[in-house]
C-alpha cells in the first residue's frame, strides 16, 4: 500500500490540531503566525507530506525547542553574574578591539564587583568610557 504525498494547500487547515491544544502542548507557540509561517515555508520550498498535521506539530515542537533553548541560554550565568550571551559579546569585543575591550571588560568586571546588576554595570561602564572613543 503506497503513501500519496501531497503538497500543502494555500488554505491548509491544521484538521487533528486545534489552536488551543498547540497552546497547550507548546506554550511558547502562536498557534495562527506559526501556522502561517509553516504553510509558507512549504509553499516556497515545495515540499510533500504524507500527514500535513504531524509535520505541523513537529514545526511548532521545533519553535517550542528553540524558545526554551533561547531562555536557557539568556538565564545561564558564569561565575560573576555575566550572561553567557554577553559573555560571548564581550570576548569577540575584546578580539575586535584590542585594548579598549580590555578596559571594557575591566572596568564592567569592577562595576560587577562593586554589586551592581548586569544592565546597570554595562550602562555605567559604557559611561565611564564615553571618552574614549567608542560608542
Not at 507548546?26 to 509558507?40: K, S, T
Not at 515540499?47 to 521545533?62: H, I, R
Request: some cysteine.
Amino acid at each position: 500500500m503506497s503513501v500519496t504525498k501531497t503538497r500543502i494547500p494555500l488554505d491548509y487547515q491544521p484538521v487533528r490540531t486545534t489552536p488551543e491544544k498547540i497552546k497547550a502542548l507548546f506554550p511558547a507557540v502562536e498557534p495562527h503566525g506559526a501556522l502561517r509561517d509553516f504553510v509558507a515555508f512549504h509553499l516556497h520550498h515545495g515540499t510533500v507530506s504524507a500527514d500535513w498535521d504531524a509535520a505541523f506539530l513537529g514545526w511548532c515542537s521545533g519553535r517550542q525547542h528553540k524558545a526554551d533553548e533561547h531562555q536557557r541560554d539568556t538565564k545561564q550565568t558564569d561565575s560573576m553574574g555575566l550572561p553567557l550571551d554577553a559573555k560571548k559579546r564581550a570576548t569577540i569585543l575584546v578580539s575586535t578591539e584590542g585594548d579598549y575591550g580590555v578596559r571594557f571588560l575591566a572596568a564592567l568586571d569592577r562595576h560587577l564587583q562593586d554589586g551592581l546588576d548586569f544592565d546597570t554595570a554595562h550602562a555605567a561602564t559604557i559611561y565611564e568610557l564615553e571618552g574614549d572613543g567608542h560608542e
